[in-house]
Each structure stands twice: as structure tokens, then as C-alpha cells.
């Protein structure tokens, strides 16, 4: 296994993608208003496509419209110094077509707020990294 | 308590800076190349600073030199449907005066990555703002 200059183990893609799919919850990363903005979503994954499920009207929606953003996921154990990060950088793409919200619907997606979740983002993981720590 | 447009509890600036005390780990938003780019790191509170501490020839401690960032950290948990993020905006430092350095060096630092972490980041909290989700 490769590690990078920190002494990381650096993860290859199918790793990441399989780490993203292992979890419900990750941040989404872009600009809002020129300033650089964060929010945690629930997300799933669709082949090699991040999905994210949000309101219609939301900040979130009109902010990463046709635009590039990261998206990043991790989990670590304080106690045992354990742990991994993904992020991936890509397109996000508002799902207009009908029968791609039907498809989307269907996936067992997890919502980090309440509220209106009419409309769906992806992002095409076109760029992907991760790192491994072990103890 | 205040509620957003998606029925979140609306954190005052207090309850974030005490959620980010309680919590090692956090993920800091910055550009890198002209991408949007975000990195799982170890911090501190210091009295309402974020404190970062890592190696000095790293693409953190160059993308983020004097620069405007995002900070967040969030805690979920998706059985219960609970939890809550704080993210934070604000300007980056690099630490450079000795005495400051030997100060920070004593604060309860967890590290993401093992190696070098001889160069300190302050981030000021300008704007906070946090959420809580209950379910």
C-alpha cells in the first residue's frame, strides 16, 4: 500500500468509492456569495455518481448549480487513532429528467435535515482521493 | 429556540463555539488551484479561535496562508436521527511569533495524520452558524 508524504495510506479509487458507499452522511463543499461554504447532507451512491437529496429553493441548490465542488466523508476514532477521509471533486448537476428523479427516488437515501426534499444533485466523482491512518 | 427554513434548531454563536470545543476533529474548506478542496484535521478552541496544527511545507499550511476559509464539524447519528454541525468562516493565520507558538504548543491538540507538525493555523470565527437536529 502507497503512503503519502504524512505517512497516510493512500487509498485507491474503488476503496474511496467503496468507503463513500459504507457511509450516509458527508459534506458537501462549495462557494456561496464568494466565500467558501460547507454543509453536511445525506448522500448515496449511484454507480460512481454522489447522490444528494435537498429542497427545491434551497441555498444548497442554487449554489452548486453546473458548478464544481468537493465532497468529502470520514470517520475516525479519537481513542484508537484509527480512521479515513475520501474526497472527491467534480460537476454537480441539478436531475431534471423525470425518469432519473423516479430512478433516484428509489435509493435508500438518508436526509440530514427535515423539510422539503423535492429536488436531487449529483456529483460526478471526477477526481477522487483518500487516506487511511492507522494506529 | 429558532427554527430555519428546514425546520432545524438555529444554534446561537455560544452553543457552536461550545459544540466545536467538544469535538477533536473537524474539516477545514479552502481553494486549492481555483478547486474547492476540504481536509479532515485535529483542532482547538482557544478562547474563540479554531487552532490547527500542521506540518509546514503542506499544501494546507500554503492554500490557506491569510486566506478567507470554512470550518466544520458536525456529529449524526443516523439511528436516532440526531445531531448537530457548526461551521464557521473566517480569516487564516500563520503562527509565527515564538512566544504564541510555545502557547499553542500546550493546548490539547488531537492530530488527523502522524509526521512534521511543526506549523500552526488560527482560524477566527467571524461568522459562525450551527444547526441541531432533533428527531
Partial sequence: MNRDSAGLHVLSRQ???DLLAST?????????????????VGFCIDGED???HTGVGTKLAAATRDAV???????FDPQAHTGWS?????RARAVCDPSEI???SALPLTTWA????????TVRTEQVSGRRIRH
Same sequence: chains 1, 2.
Fill in 102 to 104: 423516479a430512478r433516484l
Fill in 15 to 17: 476503496e474511496c468509492i
Fill in 50 to 52: 454522489i447522490v444528494i
Fill in 24 to 40: 450516509p452522511i458527508g459534506r458537501i463543499v462549495f462557494t456561496d456569495r464568494a466565500l467558501p461554504a460547507v454543509q453536511p
Fill in 86 to 90: 475520501v474526497t472527491a471533486v467534480g
Fill in 69 to 75: 465542488v468537493a465532497f468529502e466523508a470520514d470517520d
Fill in 114 to 121: 427535515p423539510g422539503d426534499r423535492g429536488h436531487f444533485i
